[in-house]
T-cell receptor, first 112, second 116 residues
Framework: DAKTTQPTSMDCAEGRAANLPCNHS???????VYWYRQIHSQGPQYIIH???NNETNEMASLIITEDRKSSTLILPHATLRDTAVYYC?????????????FGTGTRLQVTL | DSGVTQTPKHLITATGQRVTLRCSPR?????VYWYQQSLDQGLQFLIQ???????AKGNILERFSAQQFPDLHSELNLSSLELGDSALYFC???????????????FGPGTRLLVL
């Protein structure tokens, strides 16, 4: 499984963009980058995923570098409710099975 | 709300006992995954089922077992419980479980198990 490296914690002012970086230098060509977040002890919440191209949905944008060795999750206008642990994950699958390997994530604190 | 349901929400039991955690996947999803989250280990993949068959195994102890029923709900059985089994147990589901084309897993709210 490709490993990911994320900063342990980050702060962001409410209303500003939160940019969460992730390194995944050993990612394989067919592995996707996923972002999940976990608010307190709730179930992980899917945010976005991508393979090569940048992606955007109603929650966030995902920017993947051309060499695919790193990515950035962007929350365009962070609110207090975005305070959570954010996990960058490279999914692994064998063609018949898949699993997510969670690291320690980035604890994002959004402040007033 | 992800559409994945888990029962019970909380479970308190004693060492040596056996418990069963239940998971109902999202409508239409055939694959179910179980994860364990403890304070010192983070979120760890335990096992995956697809349409009733085991597909992949992770760090699942021999004291633990799971199954997926014809109606696609899944149960995780934990036996001979130890203090260290206290954790959050999450179930996730996806359409096929093959992971192809960036197949997304959706997580349930979890079951908090406390072993005393």
């Amino acid at each position: 499984d490709a490993k990911t490296t994320q900063p342990t914690s980050m702060d962001c002012a409410e209303g500003r963009a939160a940019n969460l970086p992730c390194n995944h230098s050993t990612i394989s060509g067919n592995e996707y980058v996923y972002w999940y977040r976990q608010i307190h002890s709730q179930g992980p919440q899917y945010i976005i995923h991508g393979l090569k191209n940048n992606e955007t949905n109603e929650m966030a944008s995902l920017i993947i570098t051309e060499d695919r060795k790193s990515s950035t999750l962007i929350l365009p206008h962070a609110t207090l409710r975005d305070t959570a642990v954010y996990y960058c994950i490279v999914s692994s699958y064998t063609g018949t099975a898949s699993k997510l390997t969670f690291g320690t994530g980035t604890r994002l604190q959004v402040t007033l | 709300d992800s559409g994945v349901t888990q029962t019970p929400k909380h479970l308190i039991t004693a060492t040596g006992q056996r418990v069963t955690l239940r998971c109902s996947p999202r409508s239409g999803d055939l694959s179910v995954y179980w994860y364990q989250q403890s304070l010192d280990q983070g979120l760890q993949f335990l096992i995956q089922y697809y349409n009733g068959e085991e597909r992949a195994k992770g760090n699942i102890l021999e004291r633990f077992s799971a199954q997926q029923f014809p109606d696609l709900h899944s149960e995780l059985n934990l036996s001979s419980l130890e203090l260290g089994d206290s954790a959050l147990y999450f179930c996730a589901s996806s359409v096929e479980g093959s992971g192809g084309a960036g197949e997304t897993q959706y997580f349930g709210p979890g079951t908090r198990l406390l072993v005393l």
